[in-house]
């Protein structure tokens, strides 16, 4: 995508241990970067989707309203080699964002959010690297804009609205041993694939995801991202 690259002075370096790409940084992607990456490698999204990726939950709200993300599994699996990644042209738009989103912020703001995300130590978080061109952020913000209205879309092309979320409190009660008490991130992920299991949210996932991927079916992608830009264009 011509947007990844555009105005961008910013390149990996060959030396980086890519912590990224192999440790704890969350990638999310939405239905369509994920159908781009599965016609380059050759397979269907639900194949893709099991091997490469992960249901997680998103709960800036807290748990009784979790939405559902699509991550990437880590170390990721597309990472050649331990330093290559096999679908660099059809890679996630949080993977082309990365580092240079961060030059977006406010210099407090982003070394927070550094230290709080374990960035800290990531030889491309520099002041240098993250020195962005008016060009360069007026594109990282159109980038970041696309992305979340193609999440919007997934939500609704998935459940039928857009912002769909379910309530994890008492499952995660459950999987603590006190009603209230803040769990670990992989542990949120533990309850919410037993979650979707049990309710059979995951199996109408999986289906849905066959039945989009039919030739005959992908207007119900332009049809959502539609809804999804009118639902951003609404709430400016």
Known sequence: MDLYSRGSRFGCEEACPRYGCKGDLLVSAGLFEILAQGRILNKPMAELLGFAYRLSPSADDGLSKVRIRFTLRKPCL???????????EARPAECALFP?????????????????????????????????????????????????????????????????????????AAATEAAGARIPYEKAEEVLESYLVRTGIYNTIMERLGVLEK?????????????????????L
């Open 215 to 235: 030739e005959a079916e992908m207007e119900s992608f332009f049809s959502a991202l539609s809804i999804a830009e009118a639902l951003m264009e609404a709430s």
């Open 100 to 172: 240079e989103y961060l030059g977006l912020l406010p210099e407090t703001e982003r070394r927070e959010h550094c230290e709080r995300n374990g960035m800290a130590a990531y030889p491309c978080v520099t002041d240098s690297a993250l020195s962005l061109s008016p060009e360069r952020k007026e594109t990282l913000r159109g980038l970041q804009r696309i992305h979340q209205k193609e999440i919007m879309a997934t939500e609704i092309c998935l459940f039928g609205v857009a912002g769909f979320s379910v309530d994890l409190r008492q499952d995660a």
């Open 78 to 88: 597309f990472l050649e080699g331990g330093r290559t990644c096999s679908i660099y």
